[in-house]
């Protein structure tokens, strides 16, 4: 039985991400999830409350690259059920999405794991949860296309205002797969963390709440 892993390349576990590495644990269970290369020590207390965690990036860990499989858009191959074959670690970079893309995924993980797997998702940028229930969804023999998504969705905050994430994401039931406690965050708190933004100029981590 392969794990998932997140390998963490923000510099810090923001609130966002937190409520998606969250949503991801509940997805697979926190036994089958690991957080990789968190550095610090107080959040690295924290994520263990979902999944095990390490200060060590995948990358580090010594671990026969072939059998690690890494979730990279840039990757020239759709993922199939057959990938899994031989897997010990399917990797999805913790990083929060840019529109359009940028290729971190690329710089800062597939290219430091020479000889690995790697698989994209087709054309469209995923959430890191919604990354982790797409290759659940294909590891037990759904194709690729058989699974919908929605690309783009609206986020309700007030009869006058609606916040716009152009990201894709799964429907389950024909709905998005969302974090709701990301829902609830961006309705309610999200411009107040903002405005903190702006006066401190970093993004606070989640332990300093």
Do not use: C
């Amino acid at each position: 039985m392969f794990m998932f892993v997140i390998e963490h390349l923000e510099p810090v576990v923001s609130k966002w991400v937190w409520f998606e590495y969250k949503h991801a644990s509940k997805l697979v269970g926190r036994n089958r999830l690991i957080i990789t290369n968190v550095e610090n020590e107080k959040e690295a207390q924290k994520l263990k409350e979902i999944a095990y965690v390490s200060r060590m990036s995948i990358a580090d860990v010594g671990t026969n690259p072939a059998r690690i499989l890494i979730l990279d858009p840039k990757a020239e191959k759709e993922l199939v059920t057959d990938d899994f074959k031989g897997i010990d670690f399917v990797v999805i970079g913790g990083i929060m999405g840019d529109h359009p893309p940028r290729g971190r995924t690329y710089d800062l993980l597939t290219k430091r794991i020479p000889n690995s797997k790697v698989r994209n998702l087709g054309k469209e940028q995923f959430s890191v949860d919604g990354a982790i229930y797409m290759a659940l969804m294909i590891s037990k023999g759904y194709k690729l296309k058989e699974i919908p998504i929605k690309v783009g969705i609206e986020i309700r905050v007030n009869e006058y205002l609606t916040i716009e994430l152009p990201f894709a994401y799964p429907l389950v039931n024909g709905r998005p797969l969302i974090s709701k406690e990301l829902v609830e965050y961006l309705k309610k708190d999200i411009d107040k963390d903002e405005a903190e933004y702006i006066r401190l100029g970093y993004v606070k981590s989640i332990v300093e709440y």
